[in-house]
């Protein structure tokens, strides 16, 4: 029983044709009908609403591998074997990347594996992940993802069962860094820094939004000037390029509103720095609840 | 970055530090896999992508999971890249570390002749590999042990992964390791093998022992399914992967537990709600072999004579070797019965927990 309005496959049956076309159902005895339930699901999920958004939609599917994901699903064996041998060493590499230990990639990489072919069975059926997979991107990008997403989810499990410094809380609670009683810790210390914090986010709240994005790949990420560029589709160059004027622009915002709103002097200025950089041992993303 | 006098900056510390951000919970706004694969893929509409990077630039969730898919991403087309490199620049590499490897196998076939299974093990084990044994069975126990935990592995449950995102919301996951049996007669032959390791996890390929033998608890380095080439999904690639992998799965027979044991004393056991932690081994030489008769008994042999013993599952214990050289194999049948193999061949047999040894 077809879920889809039947205007849908009249409105769109040219794009619809050609997308059963590349998508080589018969390949994997996957019907046509098959395919078109599936565009339909992807174009729901997807919200594209508007008739030549739909066809444009339907033409960028990654047909074969919807077809694929489809016939796996089913459970065939000629499907999974072919799933298997082309995707196994891949998605073991995936999961090595994003994981970087051996045994807990290796958990990951099962687990997905388990998860895809769906042992859970409801109403007679099993359940699959595969049935999210709708084609908008390579079967491959999307496993990457839902490994990348399971890892995540790991360690903010794992996070959370480590223990809170407490003196460190305190010290943000207070403002200042009671753990230190050496001379260096002055009572100016944590203003400066307090002060440093705050037009650091002022600053970074500035920027425009794949500005932010490149500085956080950069920063707190640690890509490459490489995968900066590959998933911003911007050249390493460009990326280097972009990241200095914004770095650049950064500081001098930031130099600014410590000169003309906090009324710094150039060496107070360089001991907010030196504070922040050096002396705390503070987290200072803490300090910055705002910026994320 | 540097400033223009080649300098490291405090700002870069500072960013470093400030911009340093646990992942969120999921958001409504995050985006689902298959958002986050098309924008990594760029099959979205200028609109779509427009809308997902404003969301992306404040969210450290999201960013953390398209820095992944990057990173993965990268990783295999340097991969890609390695594997077209020309032939005269891989030999120029290749050659020389033959002509070691050569020599190797020269000097041992001429202090050993006649034994070329051992001479492979041994330049293995040179080389800080787990080496596969050929077809042809080796000189050792009759109940042998353990297998590569590089071969490709069954699926196995997902193992604290917490709900996030559509699939995790909408889907519930599987609690449980999933089972051969659990899988329809209809699930394809390859994953059903591959299932046959239930709880997980590594194929475990069990040569010369039945399944639910109380001699097994043994099995080999690589296996026997992975050496004969015997099938499948089991490919010339993954027994490669395997041989150059140290990490060795031991699982008892009724595979409640499993370890994973490997280089430098590493042993992490993965216990029967698939919780996995580290153990300490007390050793630090790496670990190659492993036997374990049941949950609360295992054996493991290492480098350089190590040899330890747990029978509570969870310590462990340092047995006084029969000799210093390096451990390729192990079978037990109990706490106190075990053999050992060394590389050269050798083999010891314990009836007594380890406190004597015979040569067999």
Known sequence: MSEAPPEFFAQHAPALARLCERARAARWNVSEESIREAAWRGTRAAGVLDRAGVDSFLDALHAEDLSLAIACQAGESAPWEHFITSFRPALYAAARAIAGDEVRSRELADSLWAEMYGLEVRDGRRRSILSYFHGRSSIMTWMRAVLAQRHVDYIRSQSRMEPIDDSLERTLMSGRDDRTDSPGSDSDRARYVAMLGKALDAALKSLAPRDRMRMAYYYRHDLSLKEIGRLMDEHESTVSRRLARTRDGLKREIERTLRDGDKLSHDQIRLCYDFAAGDLQLDLSRALPDVK | ?360
């Open chain 2, 1 to 360: 970055m540097k400033d223009a006098d080649g300098n490291n900056d405090p700002l870069d510390a500072i960013l470093r530090r400030a911009m340093r951000e646990r992942p969120g919970a999921t958001t409504p706004e995050c985006a689902d896999a298959e958002s986050l694969a098309a924008y990594s893929d760029r099959s979205l509409a200028a609109a779509e992508r427009e809308r997902l990077e404003a969301h992306f630039a404040d969210c450290a969730r999201c960013q953390m999971l398209l820095a992944d898919i990057a990173r993965a991403e990268q990783d295999a087309v340097d991969a890609r890249a390695g594997s077209r490199t020309p032939w005269f620049r891989r030999w120029r590499i290749a050659i020389p570390a033959l002509a070691a490897a050569a020599a190797v196998v020269v000097a041992i076939a001429m202090r050993r002749p006649g034994n070329e299974l051992q001479s492979v093990q041994v330049i293995a084990m040179a080389k800080h590999e787990a080496p596969i044994e050929l077809a042809a069975p080796a000189p050792a126990p009759p109940a042998p042990v353990v297998s590569a935990a590089s071969l490709p592995a069954a699926p196995a449950a997902p193992v604290a992964a917490p709900a996030s995102n559509e699939l995790a919301m909408n889907e519930p996951k599987p609690e449980a390791a999933p089972r051969a049996e659990a899988m329809s007669e209809s699930a394809p032959r390859t994953l059903r093998r591959l299932a046959a390791a239930p709880g997980a996890r590594a194929m475990s390929m069990q040569a010369g022992a039945e399944p639910g033998n109380a001699g097994a608890g043994a099995q080999r380095f690589g296996s026997a399914e992975v050496a004969s080439g015997a099938a499948g999904a089991v490919t010339a690639s993954d027994a490669v992967a395997a041989a150059q992998s140290t990490l060795v799965t031991i699982s008892p027979p009724d595979r409640s537990v499993t370890w994973f044991v490997g280089k430098n004393g590493m042993v992490r056991r993965r216990d029967a709600n698939g919780v996995t932690h580290t153990q300490r081994s007390g050793v630090s030489t790496d670990l190659t072999a492993g036997a374990a008769p049941s949950a609360a008994v295992c054996w493991i042999v290492g480098r350089s004579g190590t040899i330890i013993r747990s029978t509570d599952g969870e310590h462990w214990t340092l047995v006084s070797a029969p000799t210093t050289d390096n451990f390729v194999a192990v079978s037990a049948s109990g706490a106190n019965v075990a053999t050992v193999t060394t590389a050269g061949g050798r083999s010891f047999a314990t009836s007594d927990g380890g406190a004597s040894w015979h040569p067999q």
